[in-house]
């Protein structure tokens, strides 16, 4: 036994995706069997000894046998002094195996980070509790998840209206405005998997759910912060896929998840390709809003990343905009209580205090 750990000692240690600091890293050797690592199957296969251990032909095929290759792996006397698999999760290292301590680059480190969340919509749905999938432990249901569901129950419509489909219709998805209903996850997965669509997108506009707790998506917004993150994430990740190199993603928040959707962004598209927030005023400081004591809560926010600033090309654009005549009163006893307001047309009150007459 003790011939196979030096073999597996001696394979590995130049292969730089197993080691952290100079050291062969058995977290990183023990993750990569079980996502089924090429490099890592290909060096097994490579010594006569580890194959004939870890590997089983069956119907003329080879198998892996993962489940005694991590038993094996997990022996004391196998790497000693390796780094644990604990401390990487708590966050002392990143991916490079540099300490965080001692590196400037803001970290987003959160639970459930290497975590799916399916994040089921419908309202039968709502009070499930959520199934938070591992990415080590359960890449079987993830590839389930992931992998092209098919398009039911779907119509095509044009200048004309709606267009009547038959089995030998065919329908150039990239050339279609094309809506579905159901799970975004799902939905955006079985896109990525179209070649006229992934890779082709221009722009990606998503209103998510904002983590308030208050609004119609009951069963979304109850997320605390790091679910909530994780939701996120598992999105802005395949929607990265989808966008041309010269695409944009546009994402409409609040102020209570901003800054913790700010730095998820920065992580996901590099925060070289951060473009702009934009502001978004949602509503004005009149009515029962101005009783309220302290911050006055009238805007929401737009962030606005590129897939690649240096490839993306914005046109200015001026858009009129006609405003509303109902925003032209003002509360002219504002002390009284809401029910006893008296409404007066803003324009009346500036006539009166400069002694214009109205006509």
Known sequence: MQNLYNDLEKLLKDKQ???VNGKLNKSKIGNAAYKYNELLLKTLLSNSGLKKQFFQEIAGATVFKQR???NFLNNKTFLKDSYTEFKNQIGLQDDKGEYFRENKDV??????KDCVLEGGQDKEEQKRNEIFYNETLAP???TRLFDTK???NFKLYDSKGEQKLTAKSEIDFSQQNLIIKGNNLL???TLKNIKSIAGQVKLIYIDPPYNTGSDSFHYNDKFNHSTWLTFMKNRLEVAKQLL????AIFVHIDYKEISYLNVLMDEVFGKENFVQLISVKTASPAGFKTVNPGPIDVTEYILFYTKSKRDFKFKKQYVPIDYDDNYDRVITNINEKPEKWILEPLRDII???NGIEIG
């Open 244 to 247: 041309k190199k010269e695409g």
């Open 107 to 112: 970290s987003l480190v959160f639970p459930y």
């Open 17 to 19: 995706e197993f080691v």
């Open 187 to 189: 939905a955006l997965h």
């Open 68 to 70: 005694d290759f991590l």
């Open 140 to 142: 079987d249901e993830i």
């Open 351 to 353: 006539y009166n205090e």
């Open 150 to 152: 098919a398009l039911t």
